[in-house]
């Protein structure tokens, strides 16, 4: 497998990222119309983290972490790692030695898309990460790669500096052209969910604010007492 390094990708606007990281996964999927998260089983490692970067990519031979090693050389301040395999690989790629040196170059995290390993040390010194796999199988050094490259993960396209956002939701990728109009969709979502908040505070009801009883009664949904519903079920059953 052969490959490229490219150098100095295009990035989202720091201030756009650090707008973004004040915001949840989950919010920021909503306001860019329900896209962009990758999927359930990227996890975190960790609890009550949540952080937001430029993407740095990594496309490797699975069981291999070579060119993660060539990417560290790509990393500067405010990126995330993000690793993904040609095939699927459940491998610890990623332990304790690549995040000092990523934390050196100011990295924020990792996503991976395989194995994690060193997941004590990595939650000791703060070093974020999300990870498809926990495993301490080794790997090997030996098989070309690419590092900036567009890769796709659970069906989402993440390219060199396009902003990830994650958190113990999971991960959204925003790209780069988006970012500060999805910050700014954000912001408007939460204030709307301020909103909502106050009122069921209030003791108001989801079906009247969102005004589902109607919803409901189009989908002929009805309301019976326990009576009428035991009664119409004793009926259903004596007919039977």
Known sequence: MSGVIVTGPPKANPKDVDALAAFGVATVSEAMGRTGLLGPGIRPIQQGVRVAGTAVTVLSWPGDNLMIHAAVEQCGE????????????????????????????????????????DTQELREMDFPAWSRAVCAQGTVKATGGSVNVPVAVDGQVIRPGDVILADDDGVVVVPRERARATAEASEAREVKEAKARAAFLDGQLGLDRYGLRDTLKRLGVEYRSYDEYTAGAADAGESS
């Open 78 to 117: 405010g990126d995330i790692l993000v690793v993904t395999t040609t095939s699927p690989s459940t491998d610890g790629m990623f332990g304790e030695l690549f995040a000092t040196a990523l934390r050196q170059r100011g990295v924020r995290g990792l996503v991976i898309n395989a194995g994690i390993r």
